[in-house]
């Protein structure tokens, strides 16, 4: 930030000093001009011509540096065949009049004719009443005082520039380190939370750097419940898996006759209570990704063939906003919409129905079936994991379970009630709707 600051400054005072420098020599050397072209006009309104042909003043130059030799200021007037008419203080020095040009018009050059004293010169051309010679008027003058003046112009340009630069690179550098310093007790304060000192970021911050500091606070308290999530999620996989290991032990040690058989059903349980957990880590993984982002109605097309291929007789019928899109992984929506349809599939009468609500923030999924249904006092054990109402059936009693867990973890619920159109369950599962592209 310094840096380009300091670049910036630098080329804005570049190119402010450069303009100013132009527009002031240009006031200085337009002033002394201005002054020279006074003269050389004066000298043509006193001029007139002689008895032999020769150019004369009616009245002398009123500045005396014209008769001092070699003062800085000169005149001379000339004429093609003509004798010159100079001033004395050129002495035995004479002006290059030779110089082609149209001096009708007020002529304004540099030249540097005589050795170590570079010139100022003004000159027209006049045609004096009385006489056909068109004499050139000129008057010159040494730069060296102008030439001083823009020097010494330059040289305050330049310390003052010089300073106001300095003065902008400090005022900047000051206003980073000031402006930033805040940033360094954050860092501070998250050094003191990696260390243990501290759990939150808890000092007093400039209202800029507040939104920074409780984002902070906010991703803190985010990994705090991911991990204490994390550790009941383990305890929860530890003690569904305690109990089968601890029946196959026990009969094992009891060299117990049926033992064939409670191996492998205590290991359908524990097979079961690890796809349970699988399914929830999955689901708590993929939820940090901002970009979860799935269509539902691609979704319901895959599951509805699937449901086609493994179910013969069963019809299921989607209806409803199919293009909404949610927030979750194509996978979980996959997963949660499977286990509701294949149950509706399983457990009604041939007929699923499946309709699709957008209602802001939400998009309600509802599934229905013309089943014998759920009793109101039996829905909430449903959710229990292992829990059947229809043990006649094949399944592991935890697709409810699952689909609730996903979903809460998501941000959303699932709902259990009755259909009033086929006379069975009605699920209706709520996911946040993911905001729209473009």
């Known amino acids: 930030m310094i840096g380009i600051a300091a670049l910036w400054i630098a080329i804005l005072l570049l190119g402010g000093g450069f303009a100013l420098d132009r527009v002031l020599t240009r006031s200085i050397v337009d002033n002394f001009d201005s002054q020279l072209e006074y003269v050389l006009n004066a000298m043509i309104a006193a001029s007139e011509i002689g008895p032999d042909g020769e150019v004369r003043f009616n009245r002398p130059p009123a500045d005396q540096r014209f008769i001092e030799p070699y003062s800085g200021l000169y005149f001379q007037v000339s004429g093609e065949g003509a004798e010159t008419f100079p001033s004395r203080s050129l002495w035995d020095r004479r002006l290059d009049a030779s110089v082609e040009h149209d001096d009708i018009d007020l002529h304004v050059r540099n030249s540097v004719e005589f050795e170590g004293e570079p010139l100022r010169i003004v000159e027209r051309d006049v045609l004096l009443p009385d006489s056909n010679v068109r004499w050139r008027f000129q008057v010159a003058q040494s730069r060296e005082q102008v030439d001083e003046q823009i020097a010494e112009l330059r040289a305050v340009l330049i310390q003052s520039f010089a300073a106001l630069g300095l003065g902008l690179l400090v005022m900047a550098a000051l206003q980073t380190v000031y402006g930033l310093w805040p940033l360094r007790r954050v860092r501070q304060e998250v050094v003191a939370i990696r260390t243990g000192r501290k759990s939150r970021v808890d000092e007093d911050f400039p209202r800029e750097i507040t939104p920074l500091v409780d984002e902070i606070n906010e991703l803190l308290a985010h990994s705090e419940e991911q991990a204490e999530e994390a550790r009941r999620h ?126 802001a923030p939400m998009v309600d999924i509802l599934v229905e079936d013309d089943g014998r249904g759920i009793p109101e006092s039996e829905r909430h054990a449903i959710f229990q994991r292992g829990a059947r109402l229809d043990t006649d059936k094949p399944g592991t009693g935890l697709g409810l379970a699952i689909v609730r867990d996903v979903a809460q973890i998501y941000g959303g619920s699932v709902a259990l009630g009755e259909s009033e159109d086929l006379g069975g369950l009605l699920v209706t599962l709520s996911l946040p709707a993911a905001e729209e592209e473009g």
């Open 234 to 359: 383990a305890g929860n996989l530890a003690h569904a898996l305690k109990t089968p290991l601890t029946v196959i032990t026990n009969a094992a040690t009891a060299h117990d006759a049926k033992l064939d058989d409670i191996v492998c059903r205590e290991a359908t349980v524990m097979r079961r209570q690890v796809d349970h957990h699988l399914a929830r880590a999955r689901a708590i993984g993929r939820r940090s990704s901002a970009q979860a982002r799935a269509e539902v109605g691609a979704s319901l097309a895959t599951i509805e063939r699937a449901i086609g291929t493994l179910y013969d007789g069963v019809t299921v019928d989607v209806t409803g906003d199919c293009d909404a899109q949610v927030r979750v992984e194509r996978q979980d929506l996959d997963e949660m919409l499977g286990n509701l349809i294949e149950n509706a599939a399983k457990y009604g009468g041939g007929r699923v129905f499946v309709t699709v609500e957008k209602s």
